[in-house]
Structures are given as C-alpha cells and as structure tokens.
C-alpha cells in the first residue's frame, strides 16, 4: 500500500515524495528519488495521527530517529496510521508466536513446575519484551493477532498467584493418578500432606516432619512415587542419613516395599568416600584415630606433653593458664545475683592451686599471687577481732598474705561506687566502710582493688603498685614449678583433653583458609580463642603430619576432601535427586556437601525431611538456622509441613507445642492428634526427692501406670543425662515389683526416635546437671560451635518437647518443687494444661514457690541448725549466704 503526501508539501519542507507499506516493512522514497527501507524489527514507537487544518501528519520512530510525514489528506494519514499499527503487530505476532511455542513447551514438560523453571520462563519472557511491544486493548486488530499477544500478555504477568495454579492442578492430577501407590505403600494410607511432600518436586523441598507424623513414610512414599511416575531410575536417587543404623533402616525399607531397587542408601561418610575413591582411584584407609577417641585423647595429650618441653610452648601455656583458663563475665552483666553464682558454678572456677572462689576477678588475683610467689590464705578469719553476732557470721577478708600480714579486699564496684544490679549499693558501700573501720581501729594494713580497675585493664599492674609500696617481695615461680602445680590440681590433663575436642572441632568444621580467624575477630573472647588456637596449631600440624605419613584419612577428610573434589568439577554428581533424613540434625559442612552435589549436575532436586522443634545436636556442630532458614541457603524452595501425628495424643501435643513454641525462631506449625482425650495427660509429680526417694516416687507412679495400662506396656524413665537416672539394681528391683510393665531407661538424646506407652521424666530440677543443664559448653569449643540462639535454653527446651512427645498416652514429670526445674516452674506459672493432683503432695511442696531466696533469686531457702538455733539457709550456700530465722 502507497501513500502520496500533497504536492505542495515539498515547497514547504516535506522531504518525502512517497510510502509505501507491506509486509517486511516501510520504503521511504525522497522528492529526489532516492528510497530508505525501514524494517518493522526497526520500527520503535507506533505511529502517532497528528490532525492539522488541512494537513494532518503521521509520526513514528525507527533506530531511534523521529520520522515525520506530512501534507496528508486525513482519510489517508487514517488509513496509514491503521495500516501502520496492523503490519507493525502482524510482524511482531511471528516472534509472539514463537515465543508462546516456546514457553509452552516449558510448561509441559513432565513434572511439577520448578523455581528454575519459572526463573527460565520468566527471563525468557522479559526477553522476549524488550523487542515484542504488548498491544493495549483499544488498539484495533485481527481476532487471530489479539488472541496471540492477549495470551503473551497473560504470560507475562507470570505471578505467584498463575504458577501456583499450576502446580496445585499438577498435585491434584498426580493424587488420582498415583491414589492406589499412596494408599498401599506403607501399612497406613499415607496422609494428604504425605501425598503432598512426595509429589512437590521443586529444586529444593523442605519437609518439616514433626514427632509422630511419619517422616520415615514420607521418604518411602517419595522414592516409591518417582521410581512409579518414571521421573527417575533407582540409580538417579541418592538416599542420606547420618548414622549407619539410620541408613541401613531407610535402605531394608525400600527393599521391603519396592523390592530390589539400585537406589543409593548412604551415609554422608559413605558418600565422601566414595567421591574421593572415584576422583583418587583408589579407596582411602581411615585412620584409627577417627573412631578411637581415647587413642585420639591418648596422641594429643603425648603430643602436648612434647610440646610443654619447648620453652616458647611452656611460657605460652602458662600465660594462658593465668590469663584465659576460665571464661571472664562481667557481673554487672547478670540480672540477679543466683545468676552469676550460676556462671561460677558451672565454669568450675577456681585458683591455680584448687580453691573454690566465689568471683573471675578473685581468681585472677589468686593466680597471680601464686605466680608471683606469694603466699596467701583465701578467706581465712580476721585474725585480730571476733566479729560474730547473731545476725553476721565471722569477717572473711578475700585474701591475706601471710609473709607480709597484709589484707586484700576486693571490692565490686565501678568508679561511681555503683554495684551490680542485684547488689544493694548503698549496704555494699557501708560495709566498705565498715571494714576500713575495722582495720583501721586494729591498725591492720589494708589493700583495696576494684572492679573497675579490671575493666580498665589494670586490676594487676595496680596491685603490683600497690604491694611494691608497701614493701612486698615477688619471687615469681619457675615456670617447671607452676607446670608442677597445675599438673597435680590436674588442670594440664583437663586442659589436653579440651585441645582433642578442639581439634575434632575445629576438623569438623573444615574452615576455608581465614575463615577461623574472621570468626575470632567477631567473638567477645578473642583474646583467650587466638591464645587457644597458638596452643592448638602445633597440635593439628602433628595430627595432620601423621594422618599424611600413614596415608590414612579421617571422618572430617571424608567431608572436606568430597567437597573439594566436587566443587572443583573432579567429580560431578550422577543423581538427579538427593533425599536427606533428619535435616534439622545437618552441619554446615554437610549442607555444602549436598549444595555442591545438586549444583554438579543441571537440574538436580533435593529434598530434605526434618523438624525444628527437635534439633539437639548442637554440640556436634548441627546448625538449626539451616532448617529455619532453608531458603537462604539452598535458594528457593518448597516447605511442606506434615501436620498430623499418630504417637500422641491432642493433650500432649498441646503442652509439648506450646512449650517448644515460646521461642519465637521456631517454625510454626499447626500439629493435629490421631488420637484425642478429654483430660490432661502430661501429670506433675510433686516430691520430696533424696537419692533412695527418687526410687520410691518412680516406683509409685509405676504403680499407678500398671493399674490403667495394657499387659506390657512399655515405659520409659527418662532424664536428661544417663547418670541421672536409677541404678542398674534399682531398675531390676522396679521390672520385679511391676512385672506387668516393660521398663526401659534413656537419656532425652538416646530416646529420640523411639516411643513408649508411657513417659516418667526424671532429673527436673536447677542444678548444674538438672534440666534444664546448666553446664556450660567451654567458651573455646563454644566459638567453633554454630552460633548459639539469642532465645534461653533453646536447645534444652527442644529436648523437653522431644522428652515429652516419646509418650504415646501419659507423661509424668516427677520433681522436688524446693530445687524444681525452671521448666516446671513455666509449666506452672503460664498456667499449662498439665495434671497436678492424680498424686498426693507434701504441704511443703505445694508452698515451696513462697521460699524463693530473696536475694539471690535462684536458690531456695531451705531449714538448717547452726548455734543459734534453726534457721532457712539458701541452697546455694556458700555462694550465697543468705538467712533467715526459722520461726519456732
């Protein structure tokens, strides 16, 4: 089609004689005849019908240049504004088209619609825009070209909303197809969600499995569902566990319910060591020091002895003893005083020669004093004046040297003379006062040292001073006789056995060159963790060294030397589908080892199956934050949670949910009960407990569980550490009085994935080895663990919730309500759904929350004789020294 602009037109500035318009494009021809051919491809604006008085003008653009062409009759400038728009999209329509054949393609492949694959089509569409201008709806065009761009449009508002119609379509039609496979697979049908975890198939799929729901079933039915679709071929599925029983388990499963498959069972060891067999050529012999761990302890304590021989090496050791055996706190850190007592109590602080101190800060003056040769008595009896009253014990300077018959005071206060915040100031600063008094009044020489001069860094440089002007003699210690001392206080074999753990830390963690370092330089311990690592990198050399001249590996190499070799591309991985089992339970070294396994080979799907609210294994190197926070490390992906239990019941589960729940990092999940009871089933037991009353109290409750139970059912003691529970005579003596009960005793760890009828937990009480534990990971191995949660007793809380959820019908909780776990006292004061009296109950327990030590807020007053009479003394007696008359 051609178009003539008027003739008058080129006496007045139009350069164009004529257009002309097909198909391919548009033909400029010049008043001096010369044409300019313009493809639609070039073409970037549409032409625009500008109405003039006369005249009218049509303007477009191509290659970014404006073209303008005038002197148009207004029915022409119409028809080839018209014409223009029609073979403009009519060319575009061809690359729409194509575009469309294209994405369809995408989405009809076999299979679920992967992140990737909606990546793909959305890039692909962006692309395909920038040069396939979208038609708005006003615009007049073929029915056939309207439909076409219409359904490209569509596409291009590929939002969450389309894809996930897609795939609830998909998941729906693979549930009919596969109906008779779900319901057949396992002894039960599995679940809707179980049906759902199987079918997902993003490039990662999170499956958050929580007690009871049947996880193991789930990885079944996933396998089953694949191999059954024809999506994979058993050598195409990688299955992962963390223990050799776990991965023996999962693989008998898959052979008892799909009969003889090549699907790959493993543990992650197994695998490392295959990648390694198959880049090296050869399989790696591992060394007996990977799984002997006192033939470890026994090299690494040889190895530092060796070392202490090397006076750099001794003085470095030394130095450290003095300066960074114990972790240093702050106690204007802590919020009460049964706090800070806690944290000297676990740290098991004391001196150099094995004194019980009651402050870091003592310590540290203790230390010195021996190091620099002088004698002193800790505590001793104010030697010049009795001071007892009724109300006040003995004075008890902190120190005295008895060559120089100097006293030594330390005193707790900044340089405002403020305290630590359960410290009432203005009493601590009289008796100040009151002991200057004294020793001024028996003219004893006093020096005083203060908190605040360690938090300026010169607690001991001003002693020294202090001492030096008084007269005082140093005779430092000879380094041999210092070493002598800490020999027979036993804090050398301590110590080697700390450097065996560290080193197994700090292989497991396998650190990227500088990694470590960058850590240190984040952590509030830097100082003793680099005075630490000088000690520890002689002994990972030697360790090293042997493992090279034996040619041998260990279980860390077989993690680390994998992830090279496939991160490098020396391997690259044959499965097309990894299944991971207790994920929750997952290192970061692992989750790098299955990145980098998915990222070998295009793609890949990984598909994990775990739950939050039982991870406990922080204190192997287990990392919580990468179930929590999944995505960030594995990218996009698919979380499915199976939200129906079939161990326990719906009163249970709302006590043991609700508990783990209170630390706000946890997933949240919604768990339905199979099985559900109108009353309480989780029971506070409330006794008096000595060690022969604990035996009495768990053989009343198994009475009473023997009088509702089935013939044989089975129990569970549980406690939170081994030792805590009875004595092998004692468990004999309870399976001979209850015959009809089958007894078993684990601690909270070995019990998890096993279950029983019936749960009694023991050990609920506040001390150092209660529950929840109050023992404290040493701050080195503490740096090289992942990084401990911001919420308290994240872990141990865990465990409570794994603890409970083993029962199947009723927990008891047996507990002495004078020293009771803080746990309980939650479980008490937030007002749970738990059972407080199917057993009678002493008055002094149901009163024994009143009897809270008011000073150091952790203890509790209990009834004591002293020489004047009866008194309530604190349990945490001789920390705190806390009293009270007992009213006759």
Known sequence: MSYKPHFLGRY?????????????????VSIDQKPTELAWKGVSRLAKHTPGIIFDKVVFESAGKTVSIGWLYKSSASSFTSLFTEKYYSHHCVSAEKA???ISAYLQKKGYLRSSHCKAISDFISKALVTIPLPSDDINLSIATKDTFSKLKCLAEFDASTIGGIRTRYISEQKQCYQRLFDSIESNPLTEKQREACIIDDDNNLVLAGAGTGKTSTMIG??????????????EILMLAFGKKAALEMRDRVTEKLGNTSVSAWTFHVLGQMVISSVEGE?????????????????????????????????????????HLFPEANPFDFKTQGEYFEYIRTNEIRTLKGEAVKSFEECLIANWLFAMGIE??????????????????QYQPDFYLTEFGIYIEHFGVDREGNTAPYIDAARYNVGIQWKRQLHSKHTTQLVETYHYEQREGCLLSNLESKLVSLGVLFEPLPADSVLHTLREFGAISKFSLLLSSLLRRYRANCYIPGELERLADHVESTGQLKAAMDLLRPIIERYEALLKSNKEIDFEDMIAKAIGYIEDGSFTSP???????????ISKPRARLIKALRDSKKNTSVFCVGDDWQAIYRFTGSDVSLTTGFESLFGPAQITSL????????????????????????????????SVVQEPAVSLVMKSLSDNDIFKATLEILKKIAGIAKQGACVYLLARYHFRLLEPKQLAQLTRSVPTLDIEQHSFHASKGKEADYVVILGLDNTKNGFPSRKLTDPLLEVLLPAAEPFPDAEERRLFYVAMTRAKHRCYLLTDMNKTSDFVKELLTDNYAIELNEFNSEESQLTAPEHECPSCKTGTLVQRKGPYGAFFGCTNYPLCSHKEKAIS
Do not use: C
């Open 12 to 28: 007045f500035g139009n350069r164009f004689e004529e257009v002309h318009l097909d198909d391919s494009g548009l033909v400029l």
């Open 643 to 674: 939200d129906k239990t079939f161990r326990f019941n719906n009163s249970i589960n709302d006590v043991a949910s609700q508990f783990v729940m209170r630390n706000t990092s946890q997933v949240k999940k919604q768990i339905t009960t199979h």
């Open 283 to 323: 399989k790696p012999s591992i060394s007996p020091l990977a799984s002997d761990e006192k033939l470890l302890n026994n090299h690494v304590d040889q190895w530092f002895s060796d070392l202490l021989e090397i006076q750099s090496y001794k003085e470095a050791t030394l130095k450290y003893f003095e300066k």
């Open 376 to 393: 002193y008595k800790y505590e001793l009896s104010y030697l010049e004046s009795n001071t007892r009253t009724p109300d006040y014990k």
């Open 575 to 585: 499965w097309s589908y990894i299944l991971v089992d207790e994920f929750q339970d």
């Open 100 to 102: 469309l054949v294209k």
């Open 222 to 235: 996933r396998v089953a569902y694949l191999l059954e679709s024809k999506q994979a071929v058993g050598q």
